[in-house]
């Protein structure tokens, strides 16, 4: 753990001097705004690490048996960003027996001490009538203001556990004040990456993030996770948990790019990122592209019953069908609580419309010229969409 903490510190120097002073042809912009936005953030992004740290320190001096806790048969959610993988797993989360992230413990308790010592106060707050907790509730809807449509926060719901990941710094929410740091990339390709070490350490550090959690919870439980940014992980991930299984969420590729670029576009702008949207679309085209053919090809490698494809459209028209038969894929039982459940959502997901509207031409992309550079993605996978 100390190795990776002082990577971590050598790596917030690194992104310090290249956040202030961009490369010439890099991403983010050489201006007054981002110079006072980075003095701005960085501190506060350190003071969060170092919180984060000192609770994951504390943990192998009082909690140091979460280390023994065994993670079985843990169910990923993966996919590329913004098909749908947020809400799939919104829906798994409501099996029982299950356990996965709540947006609180990602933020202010990645740690059993931190965890603990929260959920202390939050059931001290409750028996005076939430003070503490509407104020935070207060501070959370006014921070994620403009995500509305995209990605709602609230600190009780589940929440992709990359962002565990932000003590490490490569978390790759971090590329939108960051567009220009090679960890960040590399993170998406985290499978291909020749540095053995590197992969090895990330994946340390998150399995013991992991067992952490099941640690609080109940080592009986089964683990949930989603993240999108994790496509490029398939393999690392199926190796380190031999009985992992896998649901991955794909979208129309033009659709998905032209709604995260969109989704990024806001943020990017505000942190002074957007020197040259017109690269960084081309880098997220070509990365998306990865996923794509990355998933597939991990789906081919592994055996049916580890891995199962899901296109958008059908979770969409054919929730509780589509998600039932992908746990009976998986070899995973459908509680019958659950499959009720299911059939209760079914007809909401089939009502529901995105308030998120978004073209590729904003983003300086042609989607015929988008959609010839996936022909080979349409070709290996059924989207179900025109």
């Known amino acids: ?29 050489r201006s007054l705004q981002r110079g006072l936005v980075v003095l701005l953030l960085l501190p506060l992004m350190w003071l969060f690490a170092l919180y984060h740290w000192l609770g994951l320190a504390l943990d192998e001096l009082l909690f140091r048996g979460y280390r023994r806790v065994c993670v079985r048969q843990p169910l990923f959610v993966l996919g590329v ?20 992230f709540a947006t609180w413990e990602c933020y202010f308790g990645l740690s059993v001490t931190w965890r603990r010592l929260w959920r202390l106060v939050a059931r001290l707050d409750r028996r005076v009538g939430r003070p503490l907790g509407r104020l935070v509730d207060r501070a959370v809807s006014a921070g994620t203001r403009g995500f509305e449509d995209t990605h709602p926060v609230r600190l009780d719901q589940p929440e992709e556990d990359f962002y565990g990941l932000l003590p490490t710094l490569t978390c790759f ?68 948990f031999p009985d992992a299984r896998f649901i991955v969420c794909l979208r129309e590729p033009a659709d998905a790019l032209s709604s995260q670029l969109s989704t990024l576009a806001g943020p990017m702008r505000s942190l002074a990122s957007d020197a040259r949207p017109e690269y960084f679309a081309e880098i997220m085209t070509e990365t998306f592209h990865y996923y794509y053919r990355h998933l597939l090809d991990q789906a081919d490698r592994l055996p049916a019953d580890r891995i199962v494809l899901l296109a958008t459209q059908r979770i969409r028209n054919q929730l509780a069908s589509t998600i039932s038969d992908a746990l009976e894929q998986l070899g995973l039982k459908v509680d019958p609580a659950f499959r009720a459940c299911l059939a209760r ?40 969409e025109p």
């Open 1 to 29: 753990m100390w190795r990776l903490f002082f990577q971590s510190q050598w790596r917030l120097l690194r992104l310090t001097a290249r956040a202030l002073w961009p490369p010439a042809n890099g991403i983010a912009r």
């Open 173 to 240: 929410a971090l590329i939108v004040l960051f567009p220009d740091s090679p960890d960040l990339w590399r993170m998406t390709r985290l499978d291909d990456d020749r540095d053995e070490r590197f992969r090895t350490r990330q994946l340390d550090y998150y399995h013991r993030l992991i067992q952490r959690h099941l640690h609080v919870h109940g080592p009986e439980l089964a683990f949930l996770s989603k993240n999108a940014s994790f496509a490029g992980w398939t393999a690392s991930l199926s190796e380190r």
């Open 345 to 384: 959502l079914d007809e909401q997901s089939c009502r529901h419309a995105s308030p998120h509207r978004h073209r590729l031409a904003d983003a300086g992309l042609d989607r015929t010229a988008i959609s010839g550079r996936f022909a080979d993605i349409h070709a290996r996978f059924d989207f179900g």
């Open 81 to 100: 960003p913004r098909s749908g993988t947020t809400f799939v797993h919104g829906v798994l989360a409501r099996q029982p027996g299950v356990t996965t």
